[in-house]
């Protein structure tokens, strides 16, 4: 069992900037993929980005990508995603998520955090 904790998320103004952290609950992580996924109000649950573990080869979202980093602190077990030039678009309920594929289809992912609200004021 893996069980995930967000935090990070808040109230920013649009080009603004967050870091969101996810700390997982076990340590081997080796086969592990990492993920986060976002939600809007009245929108389905998108991918963001994803890290394998074991390598931190990264992916991204078109929309996101030049704007957010993802990352890995293996010493901490935590996963971080920063976020700069926030636009208002990005405003959505941040979930981070762990899994054994490599894949941004959220079905894929067997364990998902509670979620953090990011909001971004125009």
């Known amino acids: 069992q893996v069980q995930l904790v967000e935090s990070g998320g808040g109230l920013v103004q649009a080009g603004g900037s967050l870091r969101l952290s996810c700390t997982a609950s076990v340590t081997a992580f080796s086969s592990l993929v990492m993920a986060w996924f976002r939600q809007a109000p009245g929108k389905e649950r998108e991918f963001v980005a994803r890290?394998?573990?074991?390598?931190?080869?990264?992916y991204y979202a078109d929309s996101v990508k030049g704007r957010f980093t993802i990352s890995r602190d293996n010493t901490k077990n935590t996963m971080y995603l920063q976020m700069n030039s926030l636009k208002p678009d990005d405003t959505a309920v941040y979930h981070c998520?762990?899994?054994?594929?490599?894949?941004?289809?959220?079905?894929?992912?067997?364990?998902w955090g509670q979620g953090t609200q990011v909001t971004v004021s125009s």
């Open positions: 998520a762990a899994g054994h594929y490599d894949t941004g289809y959220s079905g894929h992912y067997a364990y």
């Open positions: 890290i394998t573990w074991s390598d931190g080869v990264t």
